[in-house]
């Protein structure tokens, strides 16, 4: 079993920067991928961002490359996600998730999830 707990996030201006944390129970976190996902009101959870297991591989959706940063520690058994130049639609809660060591984009492929936390992005 594993257990993601999640921190950051908040109320942020247009442009701005905000860094989610995602911390991991297991002691097996090493290996598992992470990624991110979101969910804004109205609308389906979608694929933000993965990073490999070793951490030498990632991937974007392409609605936040060169904007987000995911990155993991696992000596601290947590993932990042670096968010610069915030936009307005950015705004939704923000998931982390894992499951697998397999590059997926479909939420249905994580078995494990963090409680969330909100991202708002406005003037």
């Known amino acids: 079993q594993v257990q993601l707990v999640q921190s950051g996030g908040g109320l942020v201006q247009p442009g701005g920067s905000l860094r989610l944390s995602c911390a991991a129970s297991a002691r097996t976190f090493s290996n598992y991928a992470m990624a991110w996902f979101r969910q804004a009101p109205g609308k389906e959870r979608e694929f933000v961002s993965w990073v490999a297991w070793g951490g030498g591989g990632t991937r974007y959706a392409d609605s936040v490359k060169g904007r987000f940063t995911i990155s993991r520690d696992n000596a601290k058994n947590t993932v990042y996600l670096q968010m610069s130049g915030l936009k307005p639609e950015d705004t939704a809660v923000y998931y982390c998730?894992?499951?697998?060591?397999?590059?997926?984009?479909?939420?249905?492929?994580?078995?494990?999830w963090g409680q969330g936390t909100q991202v708002t992005v406005s003037s």
């Open positions: 998730a894992t499951g697998s060591r397999i590059y997926y984009t479909a939420p249905s492929n994580y078995n494990y």
